[in-house]
């Protein structure tokens, strides 16, 4: 596979501040990720996606970007970044960092000057009346300052929103591009993409905002191989395609099939939707089963639901944990054997379920205080990480922990599964390892097996079965090299998927 490589890559999500702390506070930071390369690397990444490491008040986990050019004192300091970029790369692993286009952070020094000098708010979205929009965390989306304008921010009023059509705003995204690039970061996943361009009447998925996009594009290409992956949360498989023309973004996160139900038709109506959708267009998909925003895959697979849709509807919904993990272990293969890159999100290979009774104390999304409760957020999918000790801090780092680890997850750690060859840490290293040899990026080719069955063989000659049906069903001719559970009887159970190997093929 001679393709550029983020067309197959495997891509690790880093939520830094819950990943490993280095330094005792009870935050994950700079000193941790880098003492937990050698992790990342036997695991078999072949990128690492951080979610915002910049200086932030953490109004919205970092998202809320105070500083572009720099790096939040509680994650390291701007020449750890580089050593760790440096230390990635030696192991063979790239770096992908997020921008926030969308909105900025109330301390940010642009921000600041808004506020002391109305001349000088060009660069935000600030008028004299607001309009009816919601903020997406609740509430209005506009917040009134002293001298009585009202600035928008379409998440919470900790984040208000660039105005795009400020050509400074334009160039000192492209420069912040370049900062980064010239650091040796690999590529950029951009948040809230289809946001940033807005007039009086809409604020998502106006034509204007490919524009930036291709100008990002030609940036990127001049550092050579580097990429730029979109958050586009848009059901307009066209609009959606638009952003990956080839002179666009390179990829985008598959939502579609994040929020999918674990069932048989729904599947794969997506997964053909989605290649109808990228093949045309030459683009890679993305498969994604979890990330940062999401419930935790072997949680939502125990549910009577086991769709996923904002809002927290469905949190605290009673989940069988033995099913959950179940289905996660089948849904992860049938991700990594299909064609184009795999999304893993910190703690999906260990088997992590939500923490869904952190108490209310704790609770740090914006999303839970301004939905006055009604939608508990998404910090249950952001616990720090367990990795070695029966108890918490589990190896984390100092404690208390930013947010509280639950007791019972001594079998969960890193350590307890890296010896278990029944653990779900196992199971991702050996599917990240036979994905590398035999998977990534080409084409698929469904098998009929039955109308429960996701079925279908990839150009090496690879063959993944997943059973979605009640009965157990029969293997087609092949080894199987990898399973998610135990066959019987050479048969396929339920809620397992198994990949098979034909050497003649
Ligand atoms: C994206 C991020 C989410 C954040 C929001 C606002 O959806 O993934 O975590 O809250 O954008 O930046």
Redo the contacts with the bound molecule.
């Keep these: 596979m001679s393709q550029a490589w983020w067309r197959g890559a495997a891509i690790y999500q880093v939520y830094l501040r819950s990943f490993a702390d280095g330094n005792g506070d009870g935050a994950g930071d700079l000193t941790g990720l880098r003492g937990r390369l050698p992790y990342l690397k036997d695991l078999g990444v072949d990128a690492i996606w951080l979610n915002p490491w910049y200086p932030s008040p953490m109004a919205?986990?970092g998202?809320d970007v105070a500083d572009y050019r720099g790096i939040e004192p509680v994650f390291g300091t701007l020449g750890e970044a580089e050593k760790f970029i440096a230390e990635a790369h030696g192991l063979g692993i790239k770096v992908i960092i997020d921008v926030?286009p969308n909105?900025s952070s109330t301390a940010s020094a642009w921000f600041q000057e808004a506020l002391a000098d109305p001349g000088a708010r060009e660069r935000f979205w600030f008028r004299d009346e607001p309009n009816d929009w919601q903020s997406i965390f609740g509430g209005p989306a506009w917040t009134q300052v002293a001298d009585g304008q009202w600035y928008l921010h379409l998440?919470a009023p900790e984040?208000p929103d660039f105005n795009w059509d400020s050509a400074e705003v334009r160039a000192d995204f492209e420069d912040v591009l370049r900062f980064w690039f010239e650091r040796g970061v690999d590529g950029f996943r951009v948040?809230?993409a289809a946001l940033l361009v807005k007039d009086e009447t809409r604020w998502e998925d106006l034509d204007p905002v490919h524009d930036v996009y291709r100008r990002w594009r030609e940036i990127a290409d001049e550092y050579g191989d580097r990429i730029l992956i979109g958050?586009l949360w848009l059901p307009d498989q066209e609009r959606f395609a638009r952003y990956l023309r080839p002179d666009e973004l390179h990829t985008a996160f598959n939502f579609d099939f994040l929020s999918c139900p674990w069932e048989p038709a729904e599947l794969r109506r997506v997964i053909d939707l989605t290649l109808a959708t990228h093949t045309p267009i030459g683009a890679p998909p993305t498969w994604v089963l979890a990330n940062?925003?999401v419930t935790r895959p072997v949680t939502r697979y125990g549910r009577a639901d086991t769709s996923f849709a904002h809002g927290g509807a469905l949190h605290g919904s009673p989940s069988d944990p033995v099913l959950g993990v179940r289905r996660a272990r089948a849904a992860a293969l049938l991700a990594m054997a299909l064609p184009g890159c795999v999304y893993v999100y910190q703690g999906e290979e260990l088997g992590l379920p939500e923490v869904e009774d952190l108490p209310d104390a704790a609770r740090q999304d914006p999303m839970y205080a301004r939905s006055g409760g009604a939608n508990r957020g998404r910090d249950g999918c952001r616990v720090p990480l367990p990795w070695s000790g029966a108890e918490p801090p589990y190896g984390f780092g100092g404690a208390p922990t930013w947010l509280p680890q639950p007791e019972g997850w001594a079998a969960l750690t890193a350590e307890a599964q890296s010896a278990d060859p029944g653990s779900m840490l196992t199971l991702y290293r050996r599917a990240l390892s036979l994905r590398r040899e035999l998977l990534g990026d080409g084409t698929m080719t469904w098998l009929d097996l039955g109308p429960g069955v996701l079925a279908f063989t990839r150009d090496s000659g690879l063959t993944s079965v997943t059973n979605l049906g009640a009965e157990p069903v029969r293997l087609p001719p092949g080894d199987p090299v990898l399973t998610s559970g135990p066959l019987t009887d050479g048969h396929l159970p339920a809620d397992t998927t198994a990949w098979l190997y034909d050497r003649q093929t």
């Design positions: 919205d986990g998202y926030v909105h998440f984040q948040d809230s958050e940062h925003d």
